[in-house]
């Protein structure tokens, strides 16, 4: 299952910098995964200092 980040999302962009198939791109005030893309690695959330990226 592809990762989702939450609306706790401060926009930081710590984790589509760590993404290694850039699945991550900022949207409407917070980022967003694309799921078909996502690899269900969880580098996303391991970098995130809220916790927003979460296994769906």
Do not use: F
Request: charged residues 20%.
């Amino acid at each position: 299952m592809a990762y989702k980040i939450s609306d706790d999302c401060i926009a930081c962009g710590a984790c589509a910098d760590q993404c290694p198939v850039s699945a991550i791109s900022e949207g409407d005030g917070k980022y967003v995964i694309d799921a078909d893309t996502c690899i269900d690695c969880g580098s996303c959330a391991g970098v995130c200092p809220v916790g927003a990226p979460n296994a769906d």
